[in-house]
């Protein structure tokens, strides 16, 4: 048997870790694999307390499950758009380093 | 009670990987390692999902996750020729801010759900007597009753970012 905080806990360390690589990583394309990571740690979380409710009343329980379906879904369509605008500014600017992206700055 | 200590060890040892992985992709100089190092963790992922009795999200993580979105990913890294950047750090400090918020947000994430959640209870993992093809029947018969509008609308969504990268790498004709 595993408590539930434990994969809680997991949940929250991967989605810090997420976190911290969008925040100190100046490659655009890690800052966006560490955006995947937070989604996962979320999902996680979803089928983890989805299986705590199904063992609590012991019947069979899927709506954590689908939200992760759902989650997967959109992080895939996340992916194509996000990773086009890449590719685009990579073609602009000749970088993908987010600090040389500061033709808007003042 | 072997058993359940046994659960137990298993479960330490794939967090520790799962951590790990993430901290490599982190850390990582090259981007090409820290995108092998998230499929590592997406895999370690799927396990986790398979331990908490969700056998159809485990394969779904690893086809689409690990399969399908990281080959882009390494697609796009080696397209761009971006594997590592020349190290300008504009604002020095800010790395160790970042750390210390992290920090502060870990504590605060853990301290949040412990306290205010109260995810009571304990979880086994299902045993062999659970029928996977029925678990799995159950969930799709979910999806296109009780969940069908939102999986129409994530067709639509699929839709619009196709047609948004496309529209976004297409070259621009000039129009006089």
Known sequence: ?106 | MVIMTLELIFFLILALIAVTTALGMLLSRNAVYSALFLVLNFVTVAVFYLLLGAPFIAMAQVTVYAGAIMVLFLFVIMLLGAEALPATQVLPWQKYLAGGLAAVLALEATFIFLTRARPAGEITSPDASINTITNIRELGNRLFTQYLLPFEVTSILLLVAMIGAIVLVRKEKRVH
């Open chain 1, 1 to 106: 048997m595993v408590p539930v905080n434990y994969y809680i806990i997991l949940s929250a360390i991967l989605f810090t870790i997420g976190a911290l690589g969008v925040l100190i990583r100046r490659n655009a394309l890690i800052i966006f694999m560490s955006v995947e990571l937070m989604l996962n740690a979320a999902n996680l979380a979803f089928v983890a307390f989805a299986r705590a409710h199904e063992v609590a009343s012991g019947e069979p329980f899927f709506d954590g499950q689908i939200f992760v379906f759902f989650v997967i879904a959109v992080a895939a369509a996340e992916v194509a758009v996000g990773l086009a605008l890449i590719v685009e500014i990579f073609k602009s600017k000749r970088s993908i380093d987010v600090d040389q992206i500061s033709s808007m700055k003042g």
